[in-house]
């Protein structure tokens, strides 16, 4: 069944629903368009899609053009046939019906550095398995807590943050469908949140925005989806005293594999393996190095990556090891730090956005002859999509020009993804043998940033 909803409580109580009743759950974001849906729905076949009333359109555009057969469902709005009408007279009791820790309970889609969805698939023993190890060794939640998230429940370390961690701690999940970083700050203060869990740009927002004050009374900060700057960390515990956790994770592995809290924290350093896994550092040649050499993290662990028929798969399990887009390096006491995406993913704000997806949504462009994508260091969002951009001839590149092309790109993809940098360029660099040299444009945008 696909779930499509901002974070509220019909969507976790649908969520529970699915498993209770023994079925699959394929969380997406609301913020997805028919483009970005349609191979999902194609992947997962889900036989129902329990839809949130203000984002039922691009199911029906998928629906019609690719799954007839598919069947939607709103709810929280006031149709006739809307689920939260249509369950007025149905009865309280319900019987769970068994599963096995083995059955499959999550298909979770995430894009990929080509911009194709793999979707990642998770039993309902790992669900258990990520509240075993990071829930209960590194979050250590208390019934008294009240939890925040900004991340959507189609990311897993929103779902684990807000449903799966706190309702099994017995604490409140403090629900918002979207807020920005000093507003969320502003309802950390309001409504008493002891537990925060937002992206290290986030921070970063509300300590520029002056709100730090604002976050003083939690007892608990987490930062996932891409790497803390030291500064970030050391300005808010010289602030306020707060230690932010930070850590990675991957939907391959469900959350967070590799944390640190209170006086195990090295600022600066993303963590040690969380308790039940074992990490280290691969060569290219899939050798494992010592501390002190930079290469691949490699994870193993109660969870594993099993993408849904995809042969990705050997490319990210190698001799048993998960094997990340992420470069690394393990000092001699154990903790790894953070170097370098290994791929071509760009990762702003928390947000992961295949840049070869966004070449293609800009290529539609009649406009456009040739585009290629990178990430741009940007000190407010870590990174942000640029797009360098070869016009055809006689096509003025201006900046409505620019404002078209980002109109162009958000309404073929999640609006987060558009090109924030758009460069107009009269060619772009390839090899002897035509290969496009995305590198030549990353050395351009890292020597601007460093000027």
């Known amino acids: 069944m696909l779930l499509r909803s901002p974070n509220n409580p019909w ?75 249509r369950i007025a007279d149905k009865p309280t009791e319900f019987e769970a019906v068994d599963t096995s820790a083995d059955d499959v309970a999550l298909f979770g889609p995430t894009s990929g550095s080509t911009g194709t969805p793999k979707i990642t698939t998770h039993f309902h023993r790992d669900i258990l398995s990520i509240d075993n190890t990071f829930g209960r060794t590194t979050l250590c939640l208390q019934p008294q807590d009240r939890v925040a998230c900004s991340a959507p429940f189609a990311f897993t370390f929103g779902l684990g943050m807000q449903v799966v961690f706190a309702l099994r701690a017995g604490a409140c999940a403090f629900l918002t469908e979207a807020a920005a970083p000093a507003q969320l700050a502003d309802l950390v203060a309001e409504h008493g949140v002891t537990v925060l869990a937002t992206a290290p740009t986030a921070y970063k927002q509300i300590l520029r925005a002056g709100k730090a004050g604002q976050l003083a009374k939690l007892r608990v900060a987490v930062t996932a989806g891409e790497h803390m700057p030291q500064a970030t960390w050391e300005e ?56 002190g050499v930079e290469g691949r993290l490699a994870v193993i662990g109660p969870v594993g990556c099993r993408y849904l028929d995809d042969d990705r798969q050997r490319g990210y399990v ?30 702003s704000s928390g947000y992961n956005i295949g840049g070869p997806e966004v070449e293609a949504a800009l290529d539609t462009h009649p406009d456009v002859v040739e585009v290629a994508v990178i990430g741009e260091p940007d000190p407010d969002r870590g990174t942000i999509v640029c797009a360098f951009v070869v016009l055809r001839d006689g096509v003025a590149g201006d900046a409505d020009k620019v404002t078209e092309l980002q109109g162009h790109v958000k309404g073929l993809l999640a609006p987060y993804k558009y090109p924030r940098d758009v460069r107009f360029v009269p060619s772009l660099p390839r090899n002897s043998s035509g290969k496009l040299q995305h590198f030549k444009l990353r050395e351009i945008v890292e020597t601007e940033a460093r000027a």
């Open 11 to 85: 969507t976790v109580a649908a969520w529970l629903g699915i498993l209770k009743a023994g079925g699959i759950v394929v969380t997406t974001m609301a913020a997805l368009r028919a483009t970005e849906l349609s191979p999902i729905v194609e992947k997962t076949r889900p036989s129902i899609a329990l839809v949130d009333h203000r984002h039922l359109d691009d199911v029906r555009v998928v629906q019609e053009a690719t799954a007839p057969d598919l069947r939607v469902v709103g709810y929280g709005g006031d149709a006739a046939d809307d689920l939260t009408r």
């Open 236 to 291: 808010l515990h010289r602030e306020i005293g707060l230690k932010v956790i930070d850590g990675i994770g991957a939907t391959e592995m469900l959350h967070i594999f590799v944390s640190a809290a209170g006086d195990e924290i090295r600022p600066g350093a993303t963590g040690r393996p969380v308790p039940g896994y074992r990490a280290t550092i691969l060569d290219p040649d899939g050798n494992e190095v010592g501390p």
């Open 318 to 347: 190698v001799n048993g090891w998960n094997v990340t887009g992420d470069t690394f390096v393990r000092d001699e006491d154990g903790y790894f730090w953070y170097r370098s995406r290994t791929d071509n993913m760009i990762v």
